[in-house]
Nanobody
Framework: QVQLVQSGGGSVQAGGSLRLSCTVYGFNPGLKHCMAWFRQAPGKEREALAT????????DYADSVKGRFTASRDGAGHTHYLQMTLLKPADTAIYYC??????????????????????????????WGPGTQVTVSS
């Protein structure tokens, strides 16, 4: 059974940085796989933020975080990271990592798992991490 264990949330002032971690258990992380990052703020729908495909390490980002957030993983693919910089109060939310249960569809030319494609993380049946709170104060 796949389990995702998250860590790294916390409180920070606007302009600061945090790094979230998501460690994968229950399958061979050396196999190529995809990971997605989401967040959900109070009273709002869950928002897809970023994807990474370990076969290429290529990423895709939502406009709201592009240039500020970076998805990455360790060499073994066992732990994934979301480095968040230039944080704003609007980034306050619970952050989740998720990996699709049935694999992911990666574009052949770019090696990206597109965030908003018909087969993207918003549409796949995912294993979810428990979430970690990020609070950004002004």
């Amino acid at each position: 059974q796949v389990q995702l264990v998250q860590s790294g949330g916390g409180s920070v002032q606007a302009g600061g940085s945090l790094r979230l971690s998501c460690t994968v258990y229950g399958f061979n992380p050396g196999l190529k796989h995809c990971m997605a990052w989401f967040r959900q703020a109070p009273g709002k729908e869950r928002e897809a933020l970023a994807t990474i495909y370990t076969g290429t390490d290529n990423t895709d980002y939502a406009d709201s975080v592009k240039g500020r957030f970076t998805a990455s993983r360790d060499g073994a693919g066992h732990t994934h990271y979301l480095q968040m910089t230039l944080l704003k109060p609007a980034d306050t939310a619970i952050y989740y990592c998720a990996t699709p249960k049935g694999g992911c569809s990666v574009t052949r030319d770019t090696g990206i798992w597109p965030l908003f494609s018909p087969n993207g993380p918003l549409r796949t049946n995912n294993n979810w991490g428990p979430g970690t709170q990020v609070t950004v104060s002004s």
